[in-house]
Nanobody, 123 residues
Framework: QVQLVESGGGLVQAGDSLRLSCAVT????????LGWFRQAPGKEREYVAA????????YATDIAKGRFTISRDNAKNTVHLQMNNLEPEDTAVYYC????????????????WGQGTQVTVSS
């Protein structure tokens, strides 16, 4: 069974940076496309970024705005999301997902999810 465990969330001030990590176990890491999503209270889960098996990255432009960078380390079975210049609107629970589908931005196409890590940005 594939398991994903996120870490790195916290409480920061506007303008600060955070680096989220997601450790993947129980499967063949290199098989999966990995994505980061977020969900704020009362809102649906929304796509943030994804990275393909060979390291190609894609972003939700209206969210990332050049501030976020996704990366993966196939040797350590880990995917990261570097978030810079954080804004209060970035406050949400951030989830890591794994998929073999090419529909990167659709949460319904992800097969496995972590439990999430809370990011809170104060103004």
């Amino acid at each position: 069974q594939v398991q994903l465990v996120e870490s790195g969330g916290g409480l920061v001030q506007a303008g600060d940076s955070l680096r989220l990590s997601c450790a993947v176990t129980g499967g063949t890491f290199s098989r999966y496309i990995l994505g980061w999503f977020r969900q704020a209270p009362g809102k649906e889960r929304e796509y943030v970024a994804a990275i393909t098996r060979n390291g190609g990255s894609a972003y939700a432009t209206d969210i990332a705005k050049g501030r976020f960078t996704i990366s993966r380390d196939n040797a350590k079975n880990t995917v990261h999301l570097q978030m810079n210049n954080l804004e209060p609107e970035d406050t949400a629970v951030y989830y890591c997902g794994a998929t073999t589908s090419s529909y990167l931005g659709s949460p319904s196409h992800y097969d496995y999810w972590g439990q999430g890590t809370q990011v809170t940005v104060s103004s």
